[in-house]
């Protein structure tokens, strides 16, 4: 695994993700998964869906009144910042009253990965066990992903247009991360949420070794991300790869294969209701390799967020963001608004202890 990972150096960046790659160009360095046979469809629960369709909802992984407490405390530090912003009054909703939102319009700054109520999420039993019976192991990392509230029908800022991509490396190859969604909102077909296009998966080697060589030395081991064009995604359409809205609850897991095709949509112009979620993924601990670790552990301690990945591609976030004129944001935090109570489990899924 990872051949030609470790001769790379990170350089760390704020929202680029940047690997120094010039020594692997031109070398065969695709990595297959640890973990080619993970998925099967004869297991008799929700891995056999994600088998089949590579994406899954697992209802009430969360008790639904947990998940509108968490909703609560995610709507509480999301006015923290400005007096201005009352939730319940769409014409406050501007973006000189919210804080900082990343390149897809979630928060990943300000500390809010490790905000106490992100972290009681993650720690869900419900969610935990999901995972773990996926992995075959409660050895388990976590993200220190961003959360995401989408206010509907902005009047401040067009629709965000889709941005169909996958999380993962187009040089890895098989399953090497499911992704998941801790879901705190109704999530109907009008309202903002995952968008899959399952199938994709099958066809994205295919796709890959087809590109011309150009296009591949800008693919690197660490940047575990591929955004596809139009006329890309018309390549995937003509072998009948339909876009899916996935549906759900409060309280409800949703987890894909990273290789699925996907976007978080916009609420439609039907839709008022606010979108309310945590990225959470988790992947067995024993994948991480000591230098992604260390980076980790390096993020856990000041409070930043990484990224998808919990195991790898571990690229720390600035608590302070800064505005597009590059000014800093006066209202970053060096620390959560709550911090989590550190608890053995929590230690442990932040890599901070070993299991
Ligand atoms: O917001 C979403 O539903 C999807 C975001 C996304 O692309 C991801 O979590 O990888
Ligand atoms: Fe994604």
């Not at 065969?28 to 080619?36: E, K, L, N």
């Not at 979630?106 to 019976?133: I, N």
């Not at 591609?313 to 000014?327: E, H």
């Not at 209202?331 to 890599?351: A, C, F, M, Q, V």
Request: charge should be negative; include cysteine; charged fraction near 25%.
């Amino acid at each position: 695994m990872a051949v030609g990972a470790s001769t790379a150096s990170i350089i760390r960046t704020d929202d680029s993700h940047i690997l120094e790659t010039s020594s692997l160009v031109g070398q065969d360095i695709t990595m297959q998964s640890p973990f080619p046979d993970i998925l099967s469809e004869d297991y008799p629960d929700f891995r056999a869906e994600i088998s089949k369709n590579r994406f899954a909802v697992i209802k009430n992984a969360v008790p639904r009144e947990r998940a509108i407490q968490y909703e609560a405390k995610a709507h509480a530090w999301l006015n923290s910042f400005e007096a201005g912003l009352d939730l319940d009054d769409p014409s406050t909703w501007l973006a000189e009253n919210l804080p900082l939102a990343n390149s897809i319009g979630s928060y990943a700054h300000y500390c809010v990965a490790h905000e106490k109520f992100v972290w009681e999420a993650r720690q869900e039993p419900g969610v935990l066990d999901a995972f773990s019976k996926l992995w075959e192991t409660d050895r388990l990392l976590v993200s220190f992903d961003s959360l995401n509230v989408t206010l509907p029908n902005r009047r401040d800022t067009p629709r965000r247009e889709p941005w169909e991509h996958i999380d993962q490396s187009p040089l890895r190859r098989g399953v090497h991360c499911v992704q998941g969604i801790i879901n705190l909102s109704p999530s109907g077909p009008e309202d903002g949420g995952l968008v899959v296009f399952p199938g994709s998966h099958k066809l994205n080697d295919e796709f890959f070794d087809a590109k011309s060589r150009t296009d591949k030395e800008s693919w690197q081991p660490l940047k575990d991300v591929y955004l596809f064009g139009a006329d890309e995604l018309k390549w995937f359409a003509s072998r009948g790869v339909v876009a899916h809205k996935v549906c759900a609850e409060p309280g409800d897991l949703i987890m894909w294969d990273s290789r699925t095709i996907h976007y978080g949509a916009e609420p439609t112009e039907r839709s008022s209701q606010i979108r309310t979620v945590i990225y959470a993924t988790y992947s067995p601990a024993a994948l991480a390799s000591p230098d992604q670790l260390k980076l980790k552990r390096e993020a856990f301690q000041s409070y930043s967020g990484t990224s998808h990945w919990p195991h790898m591609y571990i690229v720390p976030r600035s608590n302070i963001p800064l505005f597009p004129d590059r000014t800093v944001d006066p209202r970053g935090r060096n620390e959560p608004l709550e911090k989590p109570e550190l608890t053995d489990k929590l230690l442990k899924l932040g890599g901070m202890k070993d299991y």
